[in-house]
């Protein structure tokens, strides 16, 4: 009945993986890496990553856990506050 047509990629500019992997080329030839070399390259650049995520994740954890206890406080006062009135 309808027919619809998306496109969610161009193919005239590459994706930044694919320059990503090109440089790690290019470098792996400059420096004369092994194909292993490179492979344990790309293994610490992707370690690193996670490590960095996590580091970021935890960051995020410990300001969330701190708007939670606030609003928890804030809603334990307001409680009170609302008893008292009545």
């Known amino acids: 009945m309808f027919q619809f047509v998306h496109c969610f990629w161009r193919s005239s500019t590459p994706t930044v993986p694919g320059r ?33 995520d ?14 939670n206890e606030s609003t928890n406080t804030r809603v334990l006062y307001f409680s009170i506050f609302s008893m008292c009135c009545l």
């Not at 990503?20 to 070399?37: T, Y």
């Open 54 to 67: 996590f580091a970021y994740m935890k960051k995020r954890e410990e300001e969330m856990r701190d708007t």
């Open 20 to 52: 990503i992997a090109a440089v790690a080329l290019i470098i792996a030839k400059v420096e004369k890496l092994k194909p292993l070399e490179v492979e344990l390259r790309r293994l610490e650049d992707l370690s690193e990553s996670v490590v960095n």
